[in-house]
């Protein structure tokens, strides 16, 4: 069993930047693939990008090229998802989710073994 817990959401400005954070629980951590999704008002959860067991990362989402970046620390069983230059449009609860298989095109959120609680991220004009 992996827990997963997510912090860092809160309330900025557009072209802020925020970090979110998951922390894992269990010693297995670093067996897992480990992935950030969103789900804005009224949409679907997508996919926003990937980090492999060792370091290697998916291509995020177009919206978020260049502006968001996935990475871990193993030791601290913690994955990150650095957001810069924040739109309005990034405003959505941000999910923690691990896979014990390397997808490395599009994740599905079917595919994923376990799930953070999410958490909010807003960003204002």
């Known amino acids: 069993q992996v827990q997963l817990v997510e912090s860092g959401g809160g309330l900025v400005q557009a072209g802020g930047s925020l970090r979110l954070s998951c922390a894992a629980s269990?010693?297995?951590?670093?067996?897992?693939?480990m992935g950030w999704f969103r789900q804005a008002p009224g949409k679907e959860r997508e996919f926003v990008v990937g980090?492999?067991?060792?370091?290697?990362?998916?291509e995020p989402v177009d919206s978020v090229k260049g502006r968001f970046t996935i990475s871990r620390d193993n030791a601290k069983n913690t994955v990150y998802l650095q957001m810069d230059s924040l739109k309005r449009e990034d405003t959505a609860v941000y999910y923690c989710a691990a896979s014990s298989i390397w997808y490395s095109s599009t994740w599905r959120d079917y595919d994923m073994d376990y799930w953070g609680k999410g958490t909010l991220v807003t960003v204002s004009s």
């Open positions: 269990g010693r297995t951590f670093s067996r897992y693939n």
């Open positions: 980090v492999g067991e060792t370091g290697g990362r998916t």
